[in-house]
């Protein structure tokens, strides 16, 4: 079964700075989709980013943007001009191609953002 | 993108009995999860959801004590049965949309006392 490992428990970061939050994940498939999700404490899960394996080409959405390294298993995010709303949960999350459509979720990084 | 609501958003119950926990989405999805996520920790999966089918359960997982149901494309739920304090936990429901893509709902809040 996959699995997917966030090592950083908790990360810290000066607002307007920038902070990468770690994500490696096992898997013996060839094609797989990777995502970030938020959760801040309303629950809501809320997508982040995602990434195709297929796709060479680093995903970016503003102000995250993402490091997948395929061969190392590696899928870190990485927060520019980090602001007091990132404030949360994040969590990496793995799904494999159709027709298996469950995703697995790391145990998460909880990201403080300090003013 | 689908909107998912789910009720009731949190609930106190005693132990040995039941609570169905729903979800309602404003559009046909393919699948549907179900996730339980103990304070502070990450999303496990319980089941997925087809519609017209029984639900495919996790390792650890029943569906004596997890019964679900799928009636339509929009809607599920689960129930968690016969429940003891060990079940308090937030549980959270998810969407696969037609044209991929995934939501949840914003979670149920579960104190077994």
């Known amino acids: 079964a996959q699995t997917v490992t966030q090592s950083q428990p908790e990360m810290s970061v000066q607002e307007a700075e920038t902070v990468t939050l770690s994500c490696t994940y096992d898997?013996?498939?060839?094609?797989?989709?990777l995502f970030w999700y938020k959760q801040p404490p309303s629950r809501q899960m809320i997508l982040v980013i995602r990434?195709?394996?297929?796709?060479?080409q680093n995903a970016t959405e503003n102000r995250f943007s993402v490091n997948f390294q395929k061969a190392a298993k590696s899928f870190s995010l990485k927060i520019s001009d980090s602001q007091l709303g990132d404030a949360a949960m994040y969590f990496c999350?793995?799904?494999?191609?159709?027709?298996?459509?469950?995703?697995?979720f790391g145990a998460g990084t909880r990201l403080t953002v300090k003013p | 993108s689908a909107v998912i609501s789910q009720k009731p958003s949190r609930d106190i119950c005693q132990r040995g009995t039941s609570l169905t926990i729903q979800c309602q989405v404003d559009?046909?999805?393919?699948?549907m999860f179900w996730y339980r996520q103990q304070p502070g920790q990450s999303l496990t999966l319980i089941a997925t959801?087809?519609?017209?089918?029984?639900?495919?359960?996790e390792s650890g997982f029943v569906i004596d004590k997890f019964p679900i149901s799928r009636p339509n494309l929009t809607f599920s739920t689960l129930t968690v049965s016969n429940m003891s304090p060990e079940d308090s936990s937030i549980y959270l429901c998810?969407?696969?949309?037609?044209?991929?893509?995934?939501?949840f709902g914003s979670g149920t809040r579960l104190t077994v006392v």
């Open positions: 998810s969407a696969r949309r037609p044209a991929g893509g995934y939501t």
């Open positions: 898997t013996s498939e060839s094609d797989y989709y």
């Open positions: 990434q195709e394996a297929y796709k060479q």
């Open positions: 999350a793995y799904r494999s191609a159709p027709p298996l459509n469950d995703m697995r």
């Open positions: 559009s046909q999805v393919t699948m």
């Open positions: 959801a087809n519609q017209g089918s029984e639900a495919t359960y």
